[in-house]
């Protein structure tokens, strides 16, 4: 089994940026093959973020394209959410995912998560 821990969560104001981090530990590569973010906020369904198998093989939710990079160091074991130009919309806690296929996880069946960080944007 994979363990997921993420951090880098908390109180920013609209605009500002934000990083998270995931660090994977246990299992193979196999189990970590797809990674990626998924949020829930208050009163709303959970919704994909951001999805990565490869710099070249990414998916963005429509509402995060051009302000959040998702990116991999796989010699490390950890991923990476960039959130520039943060919205009140943007708050959610954000979980950290892996599975070992992409069309899972960007499908939300997937295998492994993180407990959550919270991301708070207000001013």
């Known amino acids: 089994q994979v363990q997921l821990v993420e951090s880098g969560g908390g109180l920013v104001q609209p605009g500002g940026s934000l990083r998270l981090s995931c660090q994977a530990s246990?299992?193979?590569?196999?189990?970590?093959?797809?990674m990626g973010w998924y949020r829930q906020a208050p009163g709303k369904q959970r919704e994909l973020v951001a999805a990565?198998?490869?710099?070249?093989?990414?998916n963005y939710a429509d509402s995060v394209k051009g302000r959040f990079t998702i990116s991999r160091d796989k010699a490390k074991n950890m991923v990476y959410l960039q959130m520039n130009n943060l919205k009140p919309e943007d708050t959610a806690d954000y979980y950290c995912?892996?599975?070992?296929?992409?069309?899972?996880?960007?499908?939300?069946?997937?295998?492994?998560w993180g407990q959550g960080t919270r991301v708070t944007v207000s001013s």
């Open positions: 246990g299992g193979t590569n196999h189990d970590t093959y797809a």
């Open positions: 995912v892996s599975d070992d296929t992409r069309t899972a996880l960007v499908n939300g069946a997937v295998r492994n």
């Open positions: 990565i198998v490869t710099d070249f093989m990414t």
